[in-house]
């Protein structure tokens, strides 16, 4: 099954405490990327991925990093986690570019207090 | 800004009837897409339309492009009470490869 992957889907964490939301596609897809999701803000983008080890900043990228060694995955970091970054997370890929329509993975749910 | 923005905010339909919903952007756009939410989960695609096109179908769903009016709207036939969730629309624009949301159009369609 074609699909988006991310885990985990809830995180509750502390200030400070460095974490990784990974995040896996099997379609193959060149393109990838991250959003947060806000009540009142809709979805904003964060970094996204055109290639192996090609990224760029989204929208609201402070506070977060990406990498993209491998084709299918693109991990999300949050180094040193603030309560403001207490949001719903979701990966997205698609064939290539926003030219393509975008699958999105389920979500991940982070708490930072 | 160059998100979509979505009109209006919330929208609430009897099953049958029909809902639409618009989205208005500043900026010269590749593409513009149409999303569905269910509550907290993921995005899922309806429609994409291109620059060049002025209106595409799917289904029970109708989506048009107005390029001189930087607009677009999305037209949903004959409700159901499945159709209740959030919709967005996303902005693809040229040479870019980031892609802007708005706030959505929360649907409510009651049986």
């Known amino acids: 099954e074609a699909q988006v992957t991310q885990n985990p889907r809830y995180l509750i964490t502390v200030t400070g405490k460095k974490l990784t939301v990974t995040c896996s596609q099997n379609?193959?897809?060149?393109?990838m990327s991250w959003y947060r999701q806000d009540p009142g803000l809709g979805l904003r983008q964060i970094y996204y991925s055109m290639n192996v080890e090609v990224t760029d900043k989204g929208d609201v990228p402070e506070g977060y990093k990406v990498s993209r060694k491998e084709k299918r995955n693109f991990p999300l970091i949050l180094e040193s986690p603030s309560p403001n970054q207490t949001s719903l997370y979701f990966c997205?890929?698609?064939?290539?570019?926003?030219?393509?329509?975008?699958?999105f993975g389920p979500g991940t749910r982070l708490t930072v207090t | 800004s160059q998100q979509g923005e979505e009109d209006p905010q919330a929208l609430s339909i009897q099953e049958g009837e029909n809902a639409t919903m618009n989205c208005s952007y500043k900026t010269s756009i590749n593409n513009l897409q149409w999303y569905r939410q269910n509550s907290g989960r993921g995005l899922v695609h309806l429609i994409l339309?291109?620059?060049?096109?002025r209106e595409k179908h799917s289904g029970r769903l109708r989506v048009t492009l107005d390029t001189s009016k930087k607009s677009s709207s999305l037209l949903i036939t004959a409700s159901r009470a499945a159709d209740t969730a959030s919709y967005f629309c996303g902005i693809g624009k040229y040479n870019n490869n980031d892609m802007r949301f708005g706030a959505g159009t929360r649907l409510t369609v009651k049986p």
């Open positions: 997205a890929s698609s064939l290539w570019g926003t030219s393509y329509e975008q699958y």
């Open positions: 379609m193959n897809h060149e393109y």
């Open positions: 339309i291109r620059s060049n096109e």
